[in-house]
């Protein structure tokens, strides 16, 4: 089975997503090594084959047109919905969400379905049956 990254092309690339705009110079723009070291240093902890590969890797943070502003507390929803979308190819990735100044705020309705969405699989999920 190929491994999604190298099916995008990127595979030299440590791919990130972040939900809200980051201007060039900012504090998050410098975290973004600082998650791939601290991935790596999982990795090699789990003894796991990819950690060379992502101690190489140059960090990219992926532009998405549904990024936003003001909304800096949904990341998880963010990053859920991003799981669930992402099938490895970057060309025509879209998750479904419209940028943050769609009319009528249709972004802040679709995460608060998704947070209905997630919270109920979450919390009827099996595994917390009593």
Same mark, same amino acid.
């Given at each position: 089975?190929?491994?999604?990254?190298?099916?995008?092309?990127?595979?030299?690339?440590?791919?990130?997503?972040?939900?809200?705009?980051? *201007?060039?110079?900012?504090?998050?723009?410098? #975290?973004?090594?600082?998650?791939?070291?601290?991935?790596?240093?999982?990795?090699?902890?789990?003894?796991?084959?990819?950690?060379?590969?992502?101690? *190489?890797?140059?960090?990219?943070? =992926?532009? #998405?047109?549904?990024?936003?502003?003001?909304?800096?507390?949904?990341?998880?929803?963010?990053?859920?919905?991003? #799981?669930?979308?992402? #099938?490895?190819?970057?060309?025509?990735?879209?998750?479904?969400?419209?940028?943050?100044?769609?009319?009528?705020? !249709? =972004?802040? *309705?679709?995460?608060?379905?998704?947070?209905? *969405?997630?919270?109920?699989?979450?919390? !009827?999920?099996?595994?917390?049956?009593?």
């Amino acid at each position: 089975m190929k491994d999604g990254l190298k099916n995008s092309n990127s595979f030299e690339n440590f791919l990130l997503f972040y939900n809200f705009y980051v *201007k060039r110079h900012s504090k998050f723009s410098k #975290m973004s090594n600082g998650q791939r070291y601290a991935f790596a240093n999982y990795l090699i902890c789990k003894q796991h084959p990819s950690v060379c590969w992502i101690k *190489k890797a140059k960090t990219v943070r =992926q532009k #998405m047109e549904w990024r936003t502003q003001y909304n800096l507390i949904d990341s998880v929803i963010f990053t859920m919905r991003h #799981m669930e979308t992402y #099938m490895g190819q970057l060309s025509g990735w879209a998750c479904g969400l419209p940028d943050e100044n769609a009319l009528y705020n !249709l =972004q802040n *309705k679709q995460l608060n379905d998704l947070r209905i *969405k997630y919270i109920t699989k979450i919390l !009827l999920h099996n595994l917390n049956e009593s």
